[in-house]
């Protein structure tokens, strides 16, 4: 049996850029058949990027997706690469005595050969829960599609297929399929990468499969796609690895049974805190480049928050692209000034200060605001300058909440909230600390200033919106308050079984009750990177009007 | 056989609120009792209010609900209603094995008698299009629910079980049910109420059964619930129909295959533009009562959007309740003014002027903006005003676009889109004014003055954010553009298909082009009661990244 090269081709696609996308798989096509591939794999969706949502139920949208398959085929051929087999996700119109209400559309993946399609597959299990809407936005199929090629049965499948027990899945071994190619558009959560592994031993050893598992990368809206594609062999054992968040091309060659890696790639992935931190980054990076913006606007208040925000999107677009903005008020510390300052020059971005006294001024001499109109008169006065310096400037503003904040309500909707993308709004207080210190210690390891000034991690945060004031002034130390907040949103706990399991009652119900009432911010909230099982957002649904508190 | 009397009991409940919802149902059932009712039946999940989205997710919650419908059976008997059948909607835990993921739960409806629940019913087709997300939080049913009383066999099912084929509902004849309970929660849209009433005539016809359908009542969130509880005989005759838009209670006796009303009550509508007021002012009231407020502030322009919400609002909750605020700028016209004063004026609201020129300096003085960012100053300072205005005295803040302005993104965001609900969100501006045009009509017939300014329907719209300026600058014809945003938002045409039926192809790509660059605004925008079949919001989930232009 000849030797076949299979190739996963992990690349960031942008919903509905058909054209673009096509170019990019085009161009991964030859990169392919120049170091000698087979048979070359792409994501789940990647003709369309994902997830497309409601562009499923738009009819010339979906018909204009599917053309684009067999206009590929074509070009393949005029490329002379009309021998590489070629599979890629897409979406396509179901039958019309199938199609269910809303859902006209099948989630698939087509094989192309000699400048045909050869097969389609249509994904059976369709997630709905979660971020996940594909039960409203697609029809199920049933059948496995399995073809051959160079002496090698190659089944396909899609995604949540391999995550769902019964299906098509369940046939592989009656088919006897020699490699098991899996298309999928699959986020970043911390943790999740060793399930997909889990997953996929599980699958090649059931039914002794080599199993390609091809994953999309970059970031669409709130979901960041970490790649991290792999390829198992029929025993279990992992051949293969893609690199984690950048577009990469792995290949491997089966013959017989044994699978091995053409080119060398690391096995062992980085740790959780890298992790999290490269998917903020490609998180902010493609939100700014897919919507056409070129640079970013944030306040930067001397706080760890902004401070974070600051150096992810450096990161992300490099500091000549980052405008900080420092606008402090009666009531910022002096330390508040200058440690935005330190931050601004430690990471080399734009600084100015616009102090907001005279503005604060001007409503307060009109209106006579006390308490907590007065306070967030201040945050939504600083929220009118950066939209201003937006608007004029055509920066994306940053909203800097993180997701202990976003939680409890403690920001002012229309001050601190104002922005397009809220670079950690699933980062737990905590968690952001965390960050701070990895990302310092990375530079220093490097040889590199670190970003985040000291005093900004260790003095005690803040809003400064009256005289002296400190976040536990009205909120429980962040530790324990992260630990009831896990979980009262992130596990769907009660608040008694909170207290049962040892927190005081009257904090407990006090942050539940929190939790509840900022619904209504959090709706009206920008979105963020999801790197939790647990995102605010499409992630959680819950009314508004709600009154149940238990 | 005797004559059973069976009354459809149309009420209001409050998510989350399961012991005011209980105790509404009780008081129910003694008013139904006493006026002779044999069985009473209430709408889909009356004991938690609906929807609860994911709140059916947490399995605490609805444990909570299952226990208080056994509560309900002890109390219905405490009050020596024990005799007295009662049929009410609530979620339940799905058995373990059934569970599926995040869906835990399932949408039930139990029939209580004698203190015990003598049977249960579990909801079988789960929408999962337009604003549902059933088959995320419920694990379908298969069943179909026959239960004997007097002599009538009762068969049950929910919902959406009727408007699909198949499931339970296909049983009914089998079982020769003589009446057929149907719970809702079906939520207003216009010219639905129609389709509403062919189906249950088409069950009543096709499985010769007595056809209750009991409807909610009332405003949650985006959603109005209309009632129009409607009884059709086992011939397709319409027999009862509740009233729209209030808490009801619909009788009707039974005897052999005769029904009839055993009180008075129209068996005809009123038209749509009435329901359409009449959905705006319950879904805005009951926001504003079920989520603790008191009062609204709003901006009053002198123009025909904050003119129709101010209405709206003084029709809802009492014109002592509406704080209208009159902000004028340097470009703000005489008649602005006038304008705004009158509408206070004719509707007897609250009444105050605070000009924002002060503050707009405060910001020129400082940022030096121009063109757009300068417009969008004036409107940000305004927003800035009411959120103080809504801090200091507790009111909820009403933003005045209609659905026109939010799909071309012609409003500023954290400017005139500030508050906490939209009462004409899903109210296109020609329909805007045409309800504008009824309710002073309607004053007019009933001897009132009527509360909208002439001149505020008659002059042209403006943003009045620079001299001169008015939204045919830089808009077509409101009916052209409304057309257009019928299909491309409406109908989910293509552009391409727009031009095709005749419109001017500029137009049509420039116009698609805002609403799809509108899409961040839109998902940070305040929630307002759904009217048409896709309103903004949950209706219509895209992508805000998404290059797809045809």
Same mark, same amino acid.
């Given at each position: 049996?000849?030797?076949? @090269?299979?190739?996963?081709? $992990?690349?960031?696609?942008?919903?509905?850029?058909? *054209?673009?996308?096509?170019?990019?798989?085009?161009?991964f096509?030859?990169?392919?058949?120049?170091?000698?591939?087979?048979?070359? #794999?792409?994501?789940?969706?990647?003709?369309?990027?994902?997830?497309?949502?409601?562009?499923?139920?738009?009819?010339?949208?979906?018909? @204009?997706?599917?053309?684009?398959?067999?206009?590929?085929?074509?070009?393949?051929?005029?490329?002379?690469?009309g021998?590489?087999?070629?599979?890629?996700?897409?979406?396509?119109?179901?039958?019309?005595?199938?199609?269910?209400?809303?859902?006209i559309?099948?989630?698939?993946?087509s094989?192309?050969?000699?400048?045909?399609?050869?097969?389609?597959?249509?994904?059976?299990?369709?997630?709905?829960?979660?971020?996940?809407?594909?039960?409203?936005n697609?029809?199920?199929?049933?059948?496995?599609?399995?073809?051959?090629?160079?002496?090698?049965?190659?089944?396909?499948?899609?995604?949540?297929?391999?995550?769902?027990?019964?299906?098509?899945?369940?046939? &592989?071994?009656?088919?006897?399929?020699?490699?098991?190619?899996?298309?999928?558009?699959?986020?970043?959560?911390?943790?999740?990468?060793?399930?997909?592994?889990?997953?996929?031993?599980?699958?090649?050893?059931?039914?002794? +499969?080599? +199993?390609?598992?091809?994953?999309?990368?970059?970031?669409?809206?709130?979901?960041?796609?970490?790649?991290?594609?792999?390829?198992?062999?029929?025993?279990?054992?992992?051949?293969?690895?893609?690199?984690?968040? =950048?577009?990469?091309?792995?290949?491997?060659?089966i013959?017989?049974?044994?699978?091995?890696l053409?080119?060398?790639?690391?096995?062992?992935k980085?740790?959780?805190t890298? $992790?999290i931190?490269?998917?903020?980054?490609?998180?902010?990076?493609?939100?700014? !480049?897919?919507?056409?913006? !070129?640079s970013? #606007?944030?306040?930067?208040?001397?706080?760890?928050?902004?401070?974070?925000?600051?150096?992810?999107?450096?990161?992300?677009?490099?500091?000549?692209?980052?405008?900080?903005?420092?606008?402090?008020?009666?009531?910022?510390?002096?330390?508040?000034?200058?440690?935005?300052?330190?931050?601004?020059?430690?990471?080399?971005?734009?600084?100015?200060?616009?102090?907001?006294?005279?503005?604060?001024?001007?409503?307060?001499?009109?209106?006579?605001?006390?308490g907590?109109?007065?306070?967030?008169?201040?945050?939504?006065? @600083?929220?009118?300058?950066?939209?201003?310096?937006?608007?004029?400037?055509g920066?994306?503003?940053?909203?800097?909440?993180?997701?202990?904040?976003?939680?409890?309500?403690?920001? +002012?909707?229309?001050?601190?909230?104002?922005?397009?993308?809220?670079?950690?709004?699933d980062?737990? !207080? +905590?968690?952001?600390?965390?960050?701070?210190?990895?990302?310092?210690?990375?530079?220093?390891?490097?040889? $590199? &200033?670190?970003?985040?000034?000291?005093?900004?991690?260790?003095?005690?945060? *803040?809003?400064?919106?009256?005289?002296?004031?400190?976040?536990?002034?009205?909120?429980?130390?962040?530790?324990?308050?992260?630990?009831?907040? =896990?979980?009262?949103?992130?596990?769907?706990?009660?608040?008694?079984?909170?207290v049962?399991?040892g927190?005081?009652?009257?904090?407990?119900?006090?942050?539940?009750?929190?939790?509840?009432?900022?619904?209504?911010?959090?709706?009206?909230?920008?979105i963020?990177?999801?790197i939790?099982?647990?995102?605010?957002?499409r992630d959680? @649904?819950?009314?508004?009007?709600?009154?149940? !508190?238990?």
């Amino acid at each position: 049996m000849p030797k076949v @090269r299979l190739s996963l081709a $992990q690349i960031n696609p942008t919903v509905g850029d058909i *054209s673009a996308n096509t170019a990019e798989i085009l161009s991964f096509c030859k990169a392919a058949a120049a170091e000698g591939t087979d048979v070359v #794999v792409f994501g789940e969706m990647t003709i369309t990027g994902y997830p497309i949502e409601d562009l499923a139920t738009r009819e010339s949208f979906v018909t @204009r997706a599917h053309s684009a398959v067999n206009e590929l085929a074509q070009k393949l051929v005029e490329l002379g690469l009309g021998d590489l087999m070629v599979v890629i996700g897409h979406p396509a119109l179901a039958s019309p005595e199938a199609r269910n209400g809303w859902a006209i559309a099948q989630n698939c993946a087509s094989v192309i050969l000699g400048g045909k399609v050869i097969g389609k597959y249509a994904k059976h299990h369709l997630p709905n829960y979660s971020v996940f809407d594909e039960y409203r936005n697609f029809v199920p199929g049933n059948e496995l599609l399995v073809v051959e090629r160079l002496g090698l049965k190659f089944a396909i499948v899609i995604c949540e297929d391999i995550w769902q027990t019964g299906g098509p899945v369940a046939e &592989i071994s009656k088919h006897d399929a020699d490699v098991t190619l899996v298309l999928n558009g699959s986020p970043f959560e911390v943790d999740k990468d060793d399930r997909r592994l889990e997953l996929v031993r599980e699958l090649a050893l059931k039914h002794s +499969t080599t +199993t390609a598992y091809v994953n999309l990368v970059g970031g669409q809206d709130d979901l960041v796609f970490d790649g991290d594609s792999i390829v198992v062999d029929a025993s279990g054992q992992l051949v293969g690895r893609s690199y984690q968040f =950048e577009e990469d091309l792995l290949s491997v060659d089966i013959e017989d049974r044994s699978v091995s890696l053409s080119s060398a790639h690391p096995l062992v992935k980085k740790d959780d805190t890298w $992790q999290i931190w490269n998917a903020l980054v490609l998180g902010l990076r493609d939100y700014v !480049k897919k919507n056409g913006f !070129k640079s970013v #606007v944030l306040g930067l208040s001397g706080g760890i928050d902004s401070a974070v925000c600051a150096v992810i999107a450096a990161d992300a677009i490099g500091a000549e692209n980052v405008y900080g903005i420092s606008m402090p008020s009666v009531y910022s510390s002096d330390h508040s000034k200058s440690d935005a300052q330190d931050l601004a020059e430690r990471i080399g971005c734009h600084y100015y200060t616009v102090p907001i006294e005279p503005m604060v001024e001007s409503f307060e001499q009109e209106l006579k605001f006390s308490g907590l109109a007065s306070e967030n008169l201040q945050a939504r006065v @600083r929220g009118v300058v950066l939209m201003g310096l937006s608007n004029q400037f055509g920066h994306l503003t940053l909203t800097t909440g993180n997701k202990t904040e976003l939680a409890v309500g403690y920001s +002012t909707i229309y001050g601190d909230s104002v922005g397009g993308f809220a670079p950690i709004k699933d980062v737990e !207080k +905590t968690l952001v600390w965390e960050l701070a210190k990895w990302r310092n210690l990375q530079a220093e390891s490097d040889g $590199q &200033i670190a970003p985040i000034p000291e005093n900004s991690i260790s003095k005690p945060p *803040s809003a400064e919106l009256r005289p002296g004031q400190v976040d536990q002034d009205s909120l429980p130390e962040y530790d324990v308050l992260d630990a009831i907040l =896990e979980m009262y949103v992130g596990q769907r706990a009660s608040a008694g079984s909170i207290v049962a399991a040892g927190f005081d009652a009257e904090t407990v119900n006090r942050i539940a009750a929190l939790v509840d009432r900022a619904e209504w911010k959090r709706r009206q909230g920008a979105i963020g990177p999801k790197i939790t099982g647990m995102a605010f957002g499409r992630d959680r @649904r819950l009314p508004i009007t709600n009154k149940y !508190k238990e």
